[in-house]
């Protein structure tokens, strides 16, 4: 196996872990905050990818549709928010887990019935093609989707670390009842996170489907893989996210190359079994 | 002189089926039975014959379910997996090997106490969330096994061959639904019977103590894991019962089908929408949903499959909102109410 494979499959990796860590942090925000996984986290980027390629038909490149879909899954976020996860909160677990499962079933079921189980591609979008950078060969959309996703997640950071805002929605996920006797107001906080976890499925989803198809169970597929990312990082870290995100792209690419692609995806839930076995707080956990 | 342990337990067994049932009640159990006993003799349409045969084929896997989730506090949401191994048993031993499905049932029941045995002590004593999304994972990782497994078919899976002798023997029912309705009666009745005995014994009671509440069961001697371990066991070996039952009612399998995510999820809904932990809280579900799903492929067509989830996943998000306990509660609570006033 020559050099140029491997180098190929470390640089495709990390563009992929990228959009992956852009998955995966809002789940894991949402988790930081109020202890709710999400399990329809996939199906809102499933969601996404349609949103951007309705655009993409009414004749909106992803590029230019990115902040509307963005916007559309932020206030998504903020319906199911003040829709249907607070009165989750203080139910029982089951009833936690069930109710975000149910809500992916319905959000599935609702996609193959309007638009069909039919894998639809965006064709001719702005960026397209391939460059060369000396041996390897990267495909550009990939390359702006992982560029896109790295600085919404640098924006996402400063957000949360350099403003007053950001540093209220840390002090919510920390210590609820502290944070609520200072005066932050955490039921808006909560709202907030999901506003934020759900705009950055929105950009993942718009990204990804510039070079990926879209089909009612895409979201199926990443959505585990967002799962690991979270544990493996850490429930509610952000940056635990970025680095597991990366990491599991790598272990991906690289696995499919040395071992064998069909089991690709085992590699990775194996990966998290390992880590909830021997490390539950991940790599970045606060507990 | 018995201890108040031995006593206690003593009085939690003689407690019966319901409480006090009022004389109506009692009526309508007796005719309920005679129904279901009359139905295929009744109604000879076998479009209505296969959907008693689903309810309660979904009762059992419900049923199953609600032993580790809604006895034990687990959430498996990789079920399917207990469900394929029983159908691929029974489906192996009869096409490589020829043994009659009857050994085949029983073989994969012990393959999935097994097989639970081998992920639950690693992954019971993860917490609530962690539990839910090792077994989502360990469930799609086994279908992907299965899919690449050439000996059993790989993903084209295995055509069972059908057999022309005594279909009694060879578990096959060609020309009519009617026995299939009436084994799986008897499994659903079995698998019920199962979880009543189970809720009233030392394990069904330690399961809900540590369900309650972990620490404190531990703190007053309860083997939490082992606990744990034995009910996934009981879980997996019912699945796996329901699995091999419908790969005798199809005759075919492959790993799209019967490690399906949708029979985790569909586990997982009927149970809650019933009720978890209660013991009749499954069979509504099923008898609920079934034929909302049967009938709404009818009455819609080809696109019917998904506007049945669709109101299945409305339906499990509206219950945990506003009825977490489930829709058996509506009933049981005013059951109880009358029952406990003269």
Redesign the interface.
């Known amino acids: 196996m020559s050099k140029e494979f491997i180098i190929q499959a470390i640089v495709s990796g990390v563009l992929m872990g990228l959009i992956y860590a852009l998955v995966a942090v809002g789940l894991s925000l949402i ?1 930081g905050l109020m202890e709710i ?1 999400n399990f329809a986290h996939g199906e809102f980027l499933m969601w996404a990818m349609y949103a951007s390629f309705w655009f993409w038909v009414l004749g909106l490149d992803p590029l230019f549709a990115l902040p509307l879909v963005a916007a559309l899954l932020g206030l998504a976020g903020l319906l199911v928010h003040y829709g ?1 996860i607070r ?2 909160l203080t ?9 975000t ?10 996609a ?2 309007l638009w069909t189980p039919d894998f639809r591609t965006i064709t001719n979008p702005l960026i397209a093609g391939r460059v060369q950078i000396g041996p390897i060969f990267i495909g550009q959309p990939q390359l702006v989707a992982g560029a896109v996703c790295l600085l919404a997640f640098v924006l996402l950071w400063l957000f949360v670390t350099r403003t007053e805002t950001g540093l209220a929605l840390q002090a919510t996920a920390q210590d609820r009842q502290a944070a609520a006797v200072m005066g932050i107001p955490t039921e808006r906080m909560s709202a907030l996170g999901w506003a934020i976890g759900l705009g950055c499925v929105g950009v993942a989803g718009t990204m990804l489907s510039t070079f990926f198809y879209v089909f009612p169970d895409v979201g ?1 597929s990443f959505a ?1 893989l967002a ?2 990312a979270v ?1 493996l990082g850490g429930f509610g870290s952000i940056l635990g996210s970025l680095v597991a995100g990366v990491l599991i792209g790598l272990v991906e690419s690289l696995g499919g190359l040395l071992i064998d692609p ?2 690709k ?2 590699i990775v ?1 194996g990966l ?2 390992a880590v ?2 021997v490390r ?1 707080m991940g790599l970045f956990g606060r507990f | 002189m018995p201890s108040d342990q031995a006593r206690m337990l003593e009085a939690a067994r003689a407690e019966p089926l319901w409480p006090k049932p009022p004389a109506w009640a009692t009526a309508l159990g007796a005719v309920g039975a005679a129904v279901l006993l009359a139905y295929p003799l009744l109604i000879t349409s076998t479009f209505a014959q296969h959907t008693m045969i689903l309810i309660f084929l979904y009762a059992v896997m419900a049923q199953s379910w609600n032993v580790i989730a809604g006895l034990s506090g687990q959430i498996s949401l990789g079920h399917a997996m207990f469900f394929g191994i029983g159908a691929y048993t029974v489906g192996v031993l009869d096409t490589k090997f020829g043994i009659t499905p009857w050994i085949g049932i029983v073989v994969g029941m012990l393959l999935a106490a097994l097989a639970a045995v081998a992920v639950g002590i690693p992954t019971l004593r993860l917490k609530g969330h962690y539990f839910a999304i090792a077994t989502l994972l360990i469930g799609s990782s086994v279908q992907i096994i299965f899919a690449r497994w050439d000996w059993v078919g790989a993903a084209s899976g295995l055509f069972l061959p059908l057999k022309r002798g005594s279909p009694w023997l060879d578990f096959q029912f060609h020309t009519s639904k009617v026995p299939y309705y009436y084994l799986s009666l008897a499994v659903a009745v079995l698998a019920f019977l199962v979880v009543w005995r189970l809720r009233r014994s030392r394990l069904g009671f330690r399961l809900q103590a540590l369900r309650d509440d972990a620490d404190a069961a531990a703190s007053l001697g309860i083997a939490v894991a082992r606990h744990k371990v034995l009910a996934f066991m009981i879980s997996g070996a019912m699945m796996a019962a329901a699995g091999s039952f419908y790969t005798q009612y199809v005759l075919v399998l492959d790993p799209e089908r019967v490690f399906s995510i949708d029979i985790s999820i569909i586990v997982v809904l009927m149970t809650v929408v019933g009720g978890s932990g209660t013991l009749w809280g499954p069979a509504l579900g099923a008898a609920l949903l079934v034929p909302l799903s049967e009938y709404s492929r009818i009455w819609f067509g080809s696109t019917g499959r998904t506007i049945d989830l669709m109101i299945y996943g409305a339906l499990i998000v509206a219950i945990c909102m506003w009825r977490p306990s489930g829709l058996l509660s509506l009933f049981a609570e005013r059951i109880r109410r009358r029952a406990a006033s003269p």
Not at chain 1, 91 to 99: S, T
């Open positions: 988790f996984v249907i009165r989750l139910a029982p677990m089951l009833a936690q887990v069930c109710g499962f149910g809500l992916a079933v319905a959000m599935r079921a609702a193959q019935y199926a585990p799962f690991v544990a069909s089991y995806t085992l839930f998290y079994l909830v076995l539950p």
